[in-house]
């Protein structure tokens, strides 16, 4: 096993991008991670995409997008887990590169959402559930999170308004992103009186569909002085997977498959959440973000939520999460979603993360959650 | 979708029919060919009673495909007496009446009508349960 860095990042910004089609999104951002990486070429490139066959009626992404981005005839797949694809992309391409069978390879996350409106948008989403028990019964995938938002309230005992840290806290560092999609920070009284959309989530519970693109650039670490002084090691990379469907889980509070994966990355890297400078979660939704702190053993059980009442969660909190406006307000670009997680992290680790910078960042840690938490991919990234 | 993938979900659909597991006794529904609980093949078919609780419980206002035209409709988690949780809708209810911890009955409904053949595919909904007179 080699150790493996990550040497350049690319990113366009996230919102509706009326003007880009899927192919020139992915290209934007993977010539970006390209040139700051300094190179020309690269083994392999794998591409994390949930909806194009969906959206864009267009499946077999690898060579396009290969073709598209000038590198025709690499090795290109695209890799596909819902919402985590994006971090399951990186999570291949960290495969290949400590396996020693690939030196330069290209994690791409891509997704074009705005094409599709509506029920069919909604429906394209409710993929990520189980066709035959969950989605054929009308289930979308707000009121699949409403369902375990519902029931954590009634077992711990939590209001509404106690989960509005979330978002207040992801709109209010946005503000610094020049790529997040909404750069406005949010007040308690318009997340209590967000428009419902399937109760108890409301519209500032919810993470904005999007199109974006990220990339970031990997090699090993032993040549990783050969490109750039800005390298970012990945101290770990675990994936975990638990049933798809909600009803199937042995205890649906509980994400049995953040609490594996975060398990797994904290023993490679020998580190424990005590150790974690900042952490980009997928706050997906607000009860996401709660569910994710405390199967990742930074709140107990029940309690993932006080850290966002308490302000824990802030820039200058005892755990930073969504740095740079989290799922909430960068945007959620599905498939997208976890290489940007990782290009913020670098961007953090990097010290290069502008208005949204948490000073002395050594260890950043992200999260990407696909389904209702049926896989789950959790990335350590160490400084220089 | 298609008739013939609706048709061989049939005993579950219409009369709740899941599996209990040889090996560890647990009841399985909806059926699988390896149980959750300890990787063991061979089941047995196992008639759920159809009754249950509500686990939690949400209201679709922004429906997907095909189900627009029954929108607002309520979905919930159903915690059989069996054991299993299961996701279906809620019907002959009104949704400001729904609680945690109701008692549920399964019914037989309409769930969607498919494609230009109108293909009608009826499964299990839930309803408050019925008191003896």
Avoid at chain 1, 164 to 186: D, E, L
Avoid at chain 2, 95 to 120: D, N, S
Wanted: charged share 20%; net charge negative; hydrophobic share 40%.
């Amino acid at each position: 096993m080699r150790d493996v860095s990550i040497i350049g990042i690319g990113q366009t910004p996230v919102g509706e991008h009326w003007n880009r089609s899927l192919r020139h999104l992915a290209y934007d951002a993977i010539a970006a991670a390209m040139q700051d990486a300094g190179i020309e070429r690269a083994d392999a490139l794998y591409v994390g995409n949930m909806l194009s066959g969906e959206i864009s009626g267009q499946s077999h992404l690898g060579p396009l997008i290969a073709d598209f981005a000038g590198l025709r005839g690499i090795e290109a797949v695209k890799i596909e887990g819902a919402c985590a694809g994006g971090a399951a992309a990186v999570r291949i391409g960290y495969l290949a590169v400590a396996s020693g069978l690939q030196d330069i390879v290209i994690c791409a996350g891509v997704e074009k959402m705005t094409d599709e409106v509506g029920s069919r948008l909604t429906s394209a989403l409710a993929q990520a559930a189980d066709a035959d028990h969950e989605t054929v019964h009308g289930i979308s995938f707000v009121a699949l999170n409403a369902l375990l938002m519902r029931r954590y309230m009634y077992e711990y005992g939590v209001r509404h308004e106690d989960f509005a840290g979330f978002a207040i806290n992801s709109h209010a560092n946005a503000v610094g992103n020049p790529n997040a999609m909404f750069r406005r920070p949010i007040t308690l009284e318009a997340f209590k009186r967000a428009g419902m959309v399937a109760a108890p989530i409301n519209l500032l519970d919810s993470s904005p569909m999007a199109d974006g693109a990220a990339a970031v650039i990997l090699c090993p670490s032993e040549q990783a002085r050969e490109f750039t002084d800005d390298a970012v090691r990945i101290a770990a990379s675990a994936m975990a997977t638990d049933s798809l469907s909600l009803h199937d889980r042995h205890d649906p509070l509980w994400l049995q498959a953040a609490q594996d994966s975060a398990r797994r990355a904290y023993r490679q890297a020998g580190v424990g959440p005590a150790d974690i400078d900042l952490f980009e979660l997928h706050d997906a939704f607000t009860i996401m973000a709660a569910l994710s702190l405390e199967a990742t053993g930074f709140a107990d059980r029940g309690r993932g939520w006080q850290l966002a009442a308490n302000g824990d969660i802030r820039p200058d909190g005892r755990i930073p999460i969504c740095t740079m406006g989290g799922l909430k307000a960068r945007g959620h670009p599905v498939g997208a979603t976890g290489v940007y997680q990782i290009v913020e992290a670098v961007q953090q680790l990097r010290g290069k993360a502008g208005d949204c910078q948490i000073p002395n960042v050594h260890l950043a840690m992200t999260q990407n959650i696909g389904g209702s938490g049926a896989t789950i991919v959790t990335h350590i990234l160490e400084g220089g | 979708m298609g008739i013939a993938r609706d048709w061989r979900l049939r005993s579950q659909r219409y009369a709740l029919v899941g599996e209990i597991c040889d090996d560890c006794g647990r009841k399985i529904f909806p059926p699988r060919d390896v149980c959750p609980y300890c990787a063991e093949e061979a089941q047995t078919p196992f008639h759920f009673s159809g009754r249950g609780e509500i686990y939690s419980h949400t209201t679709i206002y922004n429906p997907p495909a095909g189900f627009e035209e029954f929108a607002p409709y309520t979905v919930a988690l159903v915690k059989l007496e069996e054991g299993p949780l299961v996701t279906a809708q809620l019907t002959d209810v009104d949704p400001q009446e729904i609680a945690i911890g109701q008692p549920v009955e399964m019914v037989t409904r309409k769930i969607r009508e498919e494609g230009p053949e109108g293909l009608i595919v009826y499964g299990y909904k839930f309803r408050p349960r019925l008191q003896a007179a």
